[in-house]
């Protein structure tokens, strides 16, 4: 997740794990340090704002 508010919904409504990454910059780094720590991970990325555009640009994520 990119901020701890996203982080805390998400874990409120599913109860799983979540890493907050704190900048949409950061989120890539942090899926390829997780996924090479635990490559059997089931991984669910949530940024927290709808500037798509900025999110795309700072991460370099494909928005589908």
Do not use: H, Q
Request: net charge positive; aromatic share 10%; proline share 3%.
């Amino acid at each position: 997740c990119e901020g701890f508010a996203t982080a805390a919904t998400v874990y409120a409504a599913t109860g799983d794990a979540v890493a907050a990454c704190f900048s949409a910059g950061s989120l890539k780094p942090v899926a390829l340090a997780l996924r090479s720590k635990f490559p059997e991970l089931r991984m669910t990325i949530a940024a927290d704002n709808a500037r798509w555009k900025r999110v795309v640009k700072e991460t370099g994520f494909k928005i589908e």
